[in-house]
């Protein structure tokens, strides 16, 4: 490669899922309608643990901080998609382009994280459920948080930052849809064998390690379940992991055709196809997983709605203050029956 042909580009042209026009306005339409679906799903999961005291636990609590990460996994890719396709563009500008493989590289390895702690969560609420509010208080549910973040915002930067040290070829093309950190380091015409390595040594550490912590994590629990003598304890034990091991199910089965289809076909338009799957169905169906098989998800949302209609209507002919707010009543629980009913 000429060295007069290297250099810091302006922009990168993204190829996109498709080149075929009249492909274009069907894209448009269901990418628009997934994303809606996926901010409008994730944000009434937030809203229901929020407004319903019950559900002011730890698993919900992990639940909603998933949700907020899907919102904002799915906003860094899609919203630019839907404007090269509505302008009929491909460019995106480096630091636009660095910026946005930054910020998804957050996202994927917060959810990849969150579900190992929600994992840990489950553990801990069906091991040890009589020590479970002692374990899994306030300040652990934060700092356990907090950590995820400051994992994944680390990880993220040492990436970006190696971006930065790259140089690519004029008119660089992206086969993808978006600026995928390895379609980046395709693309790129100095070395990469450093980058390369701390790709490498990442995937190893934060996708085998929360890996091993989620089978680590489920073997205790089917081991503590097998214990139980009823087969309704069984079933109910069994109830509170089924819709967190759909959720696991769903992200890493998702990711592992990604890897295939790409190790499989050399077709990056293929490759792109199968990246959708966890970039944008799996955040769109986690909210539909929680709240068709978890029956205080649904409670609460029944209850969300009932609010927002009793508010209209007593803001309408009743109330003289803007400020009417429902009256809750919090009935007493023994902290035994609060496990039972919530954690079994």
Not at 14 to 43: A, C, I, K, R
Not at 198 to 207: D, E, P
Request: proline share 5%; charged share 10%.
């Amino acid at each position: 490669m000429e060295p007069e042909n290297l250099t810091r580009v302006a922009e990168f042209l993204l190829l996109g899922l498709s080149e075929d026009p009249e492909l274009q306005p069907l894209l448009f339409g269901l990418l628009l309608s997934m994303y809606l679906v996926t901010v409008l799903g994730n944000l009434l999961i937030i809203l229901a643990v929020s407004s319903d005291s019950h559900l002011h636990t730890p698993m919900y609590f992990f639940l909603s901080n998933l949700a907020l990460t899907d919102i904002c996994s799915t906003s860094t890719l899609v919203p630019k998609m839907l404007l090269n396709i509505q302008t009929e563009s491909k460019a995106i500008s480096y630091a636009g382009c660095l910026t946005q493989a930054y910020f998804f590289m957050v996202f994927l390895c917060m959810d990849n994280l969150l579900l190992t702690v929600m994992a840990y969560d489950r553990y801990v609420a069906i091991c040890h459920p009589l020590h479970y509010m002692v374990i899994m208080n306030t300040h652990l549910c934060v700092l356990l948080v907090l950590i995820c973040l400051l994992v994944s915002t680390v990880d993220a930067l040492v990436h970006a930052l190696m971006l930065l040290h790259l140089s690519f070829c004029k008119h660089p093309e992206i086969p993808h849809f978006f600026c995928d950190l390895t379609q980046i380091l395709k693309v790129a015409c100095s070395n990469t064998l450093v980058n390369n390595t701390i790709l490498l040594l990442a995937t190893i550490l934060l996708g085998f390690g929360p890996v091993s912590g989620i089978i680590f994590s489920y073997a205790r629990i089917v081991s503590s379940i097998l214990r139980i003598p009823s087969t309704g304890g069984k079933y109910k034990a069994f109830s509170t992991c089924g819709t967190h091991l759909s959720v696991v199910s769903l992200f890493y089965g998702a990711s592992i055709w990604v890897y295939l289809s790409s190790a499989v076909t050399d077709s990056p338009r293929m490759s792109a196809m199968a990246s959708v799957m966890y970039t944008v169905v799996t955040p769109m169906l986690n909210p539909f997983i929680y709240s068709l098989r978890n029956r205080d998800m649904k409670g609460a949302l029944r209850k969300l709605g009932g609010m927002s209609l009793n508010d209209k209507f007593r803001f309408r002919s009743l109330s003289p203050s803007p400020f009417w707010l429902p009256s809750v009543n919090h009935q007493p629980r023994s902290f035994l029956c609060h496990a039972a009913l919530t954690y079994l």
